[in-house]
């Protein structure tokens, strides 16, 4: 890693510090040549506002321990991929408020290779949500599409599975950080696709899931890829929230219809509704990619 990318990574780690923190860093030392001494004094405190989060910051920028815990990543095989870096996936960077940093663990050429279609779906996935998987994904994966998904229970973890099965490529995007695979039930699949496949989280690998990081990595699961097909999904779901990221970043978004009289087809067979294209078959999501 080199000495920039180390900075931007450490900086990164730093409790309390937000997206657009970074931004305004950035903007005043690109460079980060002065983040270790001339930047706590001057940049910070324009920065971070309150007292105890100004602190917990400088706290951590000093810290001797986090930066040998960022050194422990690489021996660890795990990568931290910066958004300066050509790693980085390029359709990520198009999107609001890409994140700065990426921790993978898994085959990192996955993420700008081929073509990259997201998975959601609901958590109490039914037959009819596994069946239209088994349909739909031979072809998909014939033609060389990755499939990327939330590692979640449900469809995700079946869309993960089922790709794996067919010998395919996929990619997991988790909430938490990589040392903190949730559910616990999802742990064995994780590690096998951070062996043969890719897991990536936009938090340092010690960070542990909370509730509000789940709709947050929504967008990268969206954003990284060139089309969204939702399975299942209740009326709120957050299915829902990953279609409406990749209606904001103008992707595709595919829906399976279903049972009227189903609970887990009311928010796909709406999103038809609104103008989401109906799909049966893998063809018809092909179609829309040119290839």
Known sequence: MNEFNMRLTHLHHCRGMSWKMIYYILKTDPELKFLYNDAPRRIMPQVITTQEALSN???????????????QYSPNGIKAITIFDEEYPVLLKETYQPPWVLYARGDTRLLNSGVHLAVVGSRQATEYGEKAIQSIFPKLIDRGVIIVSGLAAGID???HKEAIKNKGKTIGVIAGGLFHIYPQANQKLAYEMMKNHLVISEYPPDTRPSRWQFPMRNRIISGISRGTLIIQAKSKSGSLITANYAVQEGREVFAVPGNIFSPFS??????????????????EILEEFPY
């Open 57 to 71: 910051a400088l706290q951590d920028l000093h810290s001797d321990r986090i930066e040998e815990q960022i050194r």
């Open 157 to 159: 973890a079946i869309a």
């Open 266 to 283: 009311c928010g796909t067979n709406e999103l038809i509704q609104q103008g989401a294209k109906l799909v049966k078959s893998a063809e």
